[in-house]
């Protein structure tokens, strides 16, 4: 089988699907891909089926030796690779594509025509890096084979892509709004240091928690949720599946992406919209991807 | 029964705000109902909650709530003999650095608290936090002791634990706030084999003094 060599594996470089579902009721979040976005349009780019398994780099990226001819796209944020963005691109046998840190967001990903070939455990390719479910983040000299997943010709390089917005995530109340008055809406936070797939921690104005006790009970992603503290944390894409911390707010799934591409020290601010507005933004989106 | 948008790909069903048998076998019929059910990407049991994460591209909350009203007016399956888990626990010392906390607490010798942990039939409520994590309900009424007021970094893997009325253990090496008064060698989550874990909904457990080693 063909494959490609980790010639230095970056900060975190990881190997990632759109998630393994239907394990929540035993703990386990689904994770995947922290910008989904990004690597299903590499996915379609490369005529592979859109959960086919690619690598996610996180704002330091790898290099990687091509053991044969490939065709790859890099999508998300550019990593100085020195190849076209959001676009097909044919690789030779012997060649070694570079990713450097980031010029942008957090996430670098590498599609590649067929696929990562690793073994699926409990129905997805995606690292838990936490728990070490479906593997461990990559490392210099690991041989990633290239897969069979592609099941159409590749596409046409995209002609621009939605931008990410400035900063500002838009949110669905959460299960516990009413119990916060609307200062989650006033400031502007940074984004911690301390962050990862697990959860984004935030610095800012304090949003004062409700009093009251409440029961642990599920967190989706995306769940804004406030610890004592007052500083918030967004559940991210390896997030604990069950918290006692109240929710005012939940970030929508239209605008998971500029998660995934939220760097520390990153400003965020939260703007309120209704469920049928998220709908209609995530449809936006997709119709984009369609549109490869 | 309440039932809301968490997310715009979410529903919290919620059933009242106090743990107990009836809001208990609520969720369990409704996590059993709807294990499976094509709609559902994932479900999150709690003491009196189910969350439910969807696709929405897909389905609708309206369409998702529906399910669950027609899946909680149908009579679900007789429950199932529930598992008995028997987990060897070396109590105290390093493997339980909160014990003598835990004694003072509740005005008990160590030993007593040992005594009667170890006596006590736990029920698996429901697994969750941060892969696999146990929740624990039967803890004796006299053993309760609040959580840390600020969490460790790194609690063991396998240590079992009192946080507040409820008991727990750690499946991974994570942070936790609970009181840590014993640990298990047994692994209660292998990331290698395929889940599910040692403990599941509705199990009853047992927790064996082991010998210090």
Redesign the interface.
Known sequence: MSSIRVVSAGLLTTVQDLGR????????S?SGAADAFALRAGNLLVGNAENAAGVEMTLMGAAFEFQADAVVALTGSDFGAGLPLWSPVEVKAGQTLRCGPSQSGARCYLCVRGGIGVPK??GSAST?V?????GRALRAGDLLPIGSEAIRRPRAAAKSVPPLGDGSLRV?G??QSESFSDELYRGTYTVSEESNR?GLRLRGPVVPSAAGHM?????????VQVPPDGQPIILFVEH????GYP?PA????ADFRRLGQLRPRGQVSFERVT?DQ??RL??QQ?QWLYGL | MTIRPASDRSLLVVFGDRIGPESYSAVVHLTHGLAGARQVLNLHPAYTSVLIDFDPRRYTHERIEALVRACMETPGPPAPQPRQVEIPVEFGGACGPDLEDVARHTGLEPERVVEQFTAAVYEVYFVGFATCFPYLGGLPAELATPRLAAPRKHVPRGSVAIGGHQAGVYPLASPGGWRLIGRTRLRLFDPQAAPPPLMRMGDRVRFVPEARR
């Open positions: 579902f239907g394990w929540a009721h035993y703990g386990i689904a455990v409990m838990h936490i728990t070490g479910v479906g669905t959460g299960p697990m029961l642990t009970e599920g967190a989706p992603l995306g769940a604990q599946t069950t918290g929710k939940n970030v929508i799934s469920i998220a709908l995530l449809q997709e």
